[in-house]
């Protein structure tokens, strides 16, 4: 199974915490540009809302611009703690049981974290990336972390 790679993820992420979408019934398709910018026939990610359950199902999609059968990756909102969950899921169509990445909306700030996740499903403590949106322009700003949990744009 492909799975999407991290940049992919950060922008899923991202569209599900500053873009409120209304959606029934219908599909949020994910289109790659070429160098021109013309965006592809086909789309490559088609994420599915299940409002049932709160999740969203991200799946990757064929040459043909069919959505696989079973997701690569579930995405799950925990409204009690104010987090969401990005979990793989195997070529079986099985969830993980550990969530691979832990997002959290700041109230400070109203940046986004995003935290990586270890083997025995322990949130680390300084966050891989975050996502801010600058309130003046509404410029979306993408952030790797360094080592000691800072913006590298704070650092230089």
């Not at 940049?7 to 994910?30: A, T």
């Not at 987090?83 to 691979?100: A, M």
Request: aromatic letters at 12%; proline letters at 3%.
């Amino acid at each position: 199974m492909n799975h999407l790679s991290k940049i992919h993820m950060y922008f899923l992420v991202f569209l599900l915490f500053f873009i409120n979408v209304q959606i029934i019934c219908q599909d949020i398709e994910i289109y790659k540009t070429n160098y021109l910018g013309l965006k592809s026939i086909t789309p490559s990610i088609i994420i599915d809302d299940d409002s049932f359950t709160n999740s969203y199902k991200v799946y990757s999609v064929n040459q043909y611009g069919l959505k696989n059968i079973s997701p690569d990756e579930i995405i799950e909102s925990d409204k009690f703690n104010g987090i969401w969950c990005v979990y793989r899921v195997s070529d079986f169509g099985l969830k993980d049981i550990f969530p691979e990445q832990v997002a959290e909306e700041s109230s400070i700030d109203r940046a986004i974290k995003i935290y990586d996740v270890n083997s025995l499903g322990l949130k680390d403590i300084i966050p891989s990336v975050v996502i801010e949106k600058d309130n003046v322009n509404g410029d979306i700003k993408l952030y790797n972390v360094n080592d000691f949990g800072l913006n590298p744009s704070l650092t230089e």
